[in-house]
């Protein structure tokens, strides 16, 4: 199982030898490092590999994460489910990652504020003709009294609300290129999240 920390950069354009042309996403690879390692037999009782990735005023950091990391500030740490061996202090880069490998990246979506349901759902909307007046991108009835849900909204019922900054998975993407020196992968297609946003790559 192969598997690193990554920022978002930029999508670009790849083209193969053999004329064919992919969308893909530049991801950067700062100095990952191996901040812990848990294995079945410890008192984790479990086996895992802790990254930490970038870097952060300690002033900004508990004392609690400081002495974890013994001083060092890092912008993010995220674990990994693992029996790969690894040794904590050792670095992680790029070359990990082959092009041809198929890795699923994750990471927290863009936030887009409070919206209607329109934008957040897709719904259609109310008539725009024969007489209706303020309705053109209201949700419609949600339920009440006498009907299947009892006379309440039932839960999950999709209304207006905060979209965006979830935690989304993007499977069977492939590594077109691979930088060692540059510390970037590009995968093709279209990842989570804005410029900078931490990701999770993992080999699929």
Do not use: C, W
Request: glycine share 16%; hydrophobic share 35%.
């Amino acid at each position: 199982m192969k598997f690193i920390l990554a920022k978002k950069e930029k999508m670009t354009r790849i083209f193969t030898d053999d004329g064919r042309a992919y969308a893909g996403t530049i991801l950067i690879t700062d100095p990952v490092t191996v901040t812990q390692v848990k294995t079945k037999d410890g008192k984790d009782a479990y086996a895992a590999v802790q990254l930490g990735m970038g870097e952060r005023r300690t002033k900004n950091i508990s004392k609690a994460v400081l002495g974890h990391t013994k001083g060092k500030g890092y912008e993010a740490i995220r674990e990994f489910r693992t029996d790969t061996p690894a040794e904590v202090g050792s670095a992680i880069d790029a070359s990990i990652f082959a092009v041809g490998d198929v890795v699923r990246v994750s990471g927290i979506t863009k936030g887009k504020g409070f919206a209607g349901v329109v934008k957040r759902h897709g719904f259609h909307g109310g008539p725009r003709s024969h007489g209706q007046k303020h309705t053109e991108r209201s949700p419609g009835s949600i339920g009440g009294s006498g009907g299947r849900a009892g006379g309440r909204v039932v839960k999950g019922k999709r209304m207006a609300g905060r979209m965006g900054s979830d935690r989304v998975t993007v499977k069977n993407l492939k590594v077109l290129a691979v930088d060692v020196k540059a510390g970037e992968i590009i995968v093709s297609g279209a990842v989570p999240g804005r410029r900078g946003t931490m990701l999770e790559v993992v080999s699929a």
